[in-house]
Each structure stands twice: as structure tokens, then as C-alpha cells.
């Protein structure tokens, strides 16, 4: 999300070649506006930010860095909703409960799901309820995709009230001890009377501690009047954009922050249950100008590493005894940070490579299924000793995978090489050695 609005800060920054240049000023500033426009920001929303930078810069001085320092600024400011929560705030009193809104097919049933990984990734104990008894199979979806992730559902066979089902969820988490009870309800193709009757009901019975609307990124401007069209009915307390690395606009971002004044809570960056992630304003913004967000990057990561775990590991590579197990613990724990193109996109200076990987797949691409399927084909002796592989071996190996043996020494000799370059990095310079790489890579792209 957000690339269009990312391409036109840097073809209008472009148009800034001189300094105390107005006419430059002036051009980059059309440039902006055509772009933002575009990009489906709201007039209104546009007018305010161009007036705001070019004040900033004028006050400044005429220059390309006084005229991206005042778009990070002001886009920052666009995007903080003042005196509103970030993140997830938990209730004083357990179970904190959510209840979820939204229109059908705008993610709102798999939000619900990645926010409760999120939380349960975070050590908390989380029930989510299906409400939703209006979409054929919607609770057949959330079986399917609790049971994926180990996640607690509650739900009534046969039941057609959603009340009823919102008002036993409560109890059952009452007295489970949950953390969160997330409460997935109903959408329509459009606001209806009947749809906003029924949540009001709902709320009624929970009383909950937070609305969250989940918007589809992709909506543009009518996203922005739905979710005013929510907010006025039920008091939104967050927004959730899902599909959010769907969409190369990002204007109902803006919209919603600015025009209904909602604050941006959660984001879906990706198809899989770990592509969620909190939203914060600078630090998407410093994503939109291609500095990367090395604090996210870092948060998601420490959610999933032990750090006892993560330092004999680093012992391993050092002595060279990295093996074939901790090789398949290691894809393990990447699946859980989500989508490759959403993990390079927060590296600085990275961005423009993300687009180029998008389609990469750690669980199920062709080499990965080949690579899982010749280390299940291996005895335990040798995936713990990589040394033992002969000929006969790899032989039995290539058969048992279904791959040639010249398949199977490729990758034995590509993981020969990884570890190689593991154990490089793992030394006193090894960040230096992974900073230079970064650099020819983004000479590369």
C-alpha cells in the first residue's frame, strides 16, 4: 500500500533541483497534488497537506530535504488521531472485549483471526466468537482457520440468533479466565437497518470495550463514508485496513484519519495470518519514503525467537554444526513473521525489492515442498550430520523425494553455502558483513 503515494513524493522531491527555487516549489507541489489525488485522497485532505508543506518549507528554505522533512511531518500528523489509542489496549478487568464490524467480503472474519494470533503471540489467552450467522459457511471458515492456528472458537450448533451466541461467548469467557473475547459478526454488501439493528443489539449484551471497524483498503473514498456511516451508528474506536498490501493508493488511510477522525489500529499486510501488524503512524510513513521500520521488524521478531534458543544456535553456526533440524526450525519460525515482501519492505533502502519478491512463498513454493520433502527422506543421523551424505546416500535420498540426485546436490551444496555465510555474519563484524551486503543489493534494484 501506499506505493503510488510513495512514487509521487519522489517524482515531485525531484522537481526541487535548486535551492530558494519558488517556480521548482511550485511544480513540486502540482505534482503532489495530481498524485495524491489520484491516489483517491479526498480533496479537502489534499488542500490541507499542500498548504501545511508548503508553509513548512517556505519557513525553512526552499530544498529538496526541508520539502521531505515537511511531508514526513505533516503526513504523520494526517495520520495521528489525537488523544486515541494505538495498538491494542487491554481492559482493567479481564475479558477485554472487541467486537468486530464491517461490511461482507472486506476481510473482517480473517482480521479477526490474524488479530488473535497477534495476541496470542504475545502471550495472551484469546476466544473468538461467531456471530456471523448470515454468510453461508462463515463459521464453517473460522473452524478451518482456528483449528490451522490453534486458536479457541466458540460457537452454537443450529443456532440462528447471533445474540444468543455473543451473550454464551461472554459467559464462557467470563469463566475461562480468557484475555480477549473477539466477537466476529455479521456483514452485508452494503449498510443496511437490518445489519446495524443487529449489532447494536449486540453491543448491548457485551458492552464491549473496543469497535473495531475493518475496512478494505482497496474502498477509496466510499470506504471512508462507510466507516463514517459505522462510526455514527455504533462509535468506532479503531479502524483495521485489511488487504493493505493490495492496494497502491492508501487514500482511505488518510480519509479515515483525517475526515472521521478514527484512529488506524491494525493493518493486514499480507495473505498470511502473520502478515498483521500494529499501525504507527511514523513508522509507516518512514516505510512510504523508502527508510524501511527496523522497530517492527524487531518487535515481530522478538515475538517469535527465544532468546536462549536464538544464542545456542548462533554457538552452532560458530562451531559449524548447524544441521538439517535446526534448518527446518528456523523455516518454521519465518512462516510466523509473515510474508517476505512485508519483512524486506521495513529494511532501509530495501522497499523497491520487496515489489520484486512479492511472490515468494516460504511454505509452499516448488523449491521449499522439494527441499522439506528430501529432509524427510533423511535419517535422524543424518539431518543432525549433514557430513555423512555420500553418494549411496544422497541416491536414497533423491528416490525417496522424488528428485534427481543432481537436484538433491544443488541444494545440499546451497546449504552448504548458507551456512558458510551464517557463520560469517555470526562473528564480532558480523553486522558490518550484513551491511554491505544490503548495499550491493540495493544497487542491484
Known amino acids: 500500500m501506499f506505493e503510488l503515494i510513495g512514487e509521487s513524493f519522489k517524482s515531485a522531491i525531484n522537481k526541487l533541483r535548486f535551492v530558494d527555487d519558488e517556480k521548482a516549489l511550485k511544480n513540486a ?3 503532489l497534488k495530481k498524485s495524491l489525488l489520484k491516489a483517491d485522497v479526498h480533496h479537502k485532505v489534499v488542500k490541507e497537506l499542500l498548504i501545511l508543506v508548503e508553509d513548512d518549507v517556505k519557513k525553512n528554505g526552499i530544498g529538496q530535504k526541508q520539502f521531505l522533512d515537511a511531508i514526513k511531518l505533516n503526513l504523520e500528523n494526517i495520520l495521528n488521531v489525537a488523544n486515541k489509542n494505538q495498538g491494542f489496549v487491554f481492559s482493567s478487568k479481564p475479558p477485554t472485549v472487541v467486537l468486530m464490524a464491517g461490511l461482507q467480503g472486506g476481510g473482517k472474519t480473517t482480521s479477526t483471526v490474524k488479530l488473535a494470533n497477534y495476541l496470542k503471540l504475545r502471550n495472551k489467552k484469546i476466544l473468538i466468537a461467531a456471530c456471523d450467522l448470515q454468510r453461508l459457511a462463515a463459521v464453517e471458515q473460522l473452524k ?14 443450529d443456532e ?3 445474540i444468543e451466541v455473543a451473550k454464551q461467548a461472554l459467559d464462557k469467557a467470563k469463566n475461562s479466565m480468557v484475555d480477549v473475547l473477539l466477537v466476529d459478526t455479521a456483514g452485508r454488501l452494503a449498510i443496511d437497518e437490518i445489519l446495524m439493528d443487529e449489532l447494536k443489539k449486540i453491543k448491548e449484551i457485551l458492552n464491549p470495550d473496543e469497535i473495531f471497524y475493518v475496512a478494505d483498503a482497496m474502498s477509496g473514498q466510499d470506504g471512508v463514508k462507510t466507516a463514517a456511516s459505522f462510526n455514527q451508528a455504533l462509535g468506532i474506536s479503531g479502524v483495521i485496513l485489511s488487504k493493505f498490501d493490495a492496494d497502491t493508493k492508501g487514500g482511505v488511510a488518510l480519509g479515515i484519519a483525517r475526515q472521521i477522525e478514527i484512529p488506524l489500529r491494525f493493518i493486514g499486510i499480507g495473505e498470511k495470518i502473520a502478515d498483521f501488524e500494529v499501525f504507527i503512524p511514523d513508522r509507516i510513513v518512514s516505510r512510504i519514503m523508502g527508510e524501511g521500520d527496523l522497530a517492527t521488524l524487531a518487535e515481530k521478531t522478538a515475538t517469535i525467537i527465544d532468546e536462549k534458543e536464538a544464542k545456542k544456535l548462533n554457538q552452532k553456526i560458530k562451531k559449524g554444526e548447524f544441521n538439517f533440524n535446526d534448518f527446518l526450525n528456523q523455516m ?3 512462516k510466523k513473521l509473515g510474508s517476505m515482501k512485508s519483512l524486506i519492505g521495513m529494511i532501509p533502502g530495501l522497499s523497491n525489492v520487496s515489489s520484486a519478491i512479492k511472490d515468494i512463498d516460504l511454505e509452499n513454493s516448488k523449491e521449499i515442498l522439494h527441499i522439506k520433502a528430501m529432509i524427510s527422506s533423511m535419517t535422524p543421523k543424518e539431518r543432525e550430520n549433514p557430513d555423512l551424505l555420500n553418494n549411496a546416500r544422497k541416491r536414497r535420498i533423491a528416490e525417496g523425494a522424488g528428485l534427481s540426485q543432481m537436484e538433491v546436490n544443488r541444494f545440499l551444496k546451497q546449504f552448504v553455502n548458507a551456512a558458510k555465510l551464517a557463520k560469517k555474519f555470526s562473528g564480532k563484524k ?4 550484513l551491511m554491505q551486503m544490503m548495499n550491493q543489493a540495493r544497487r542491484q534494484f
Open 29 to 31: 507541489l502540482e505534482t
Open 144 to 157: 478451518q482457520l482456528c483449528s490451522a492456528n490453534e486458536l479457541d472458537l466458540f460457537y452454537l450448533e
Open 160 to 162: 440462528k440468533n447471533p
Open 332 to 334: 518454521e519460525s519465518m
Open 430 to 433: 558480523g553486522m558490518e558483513n
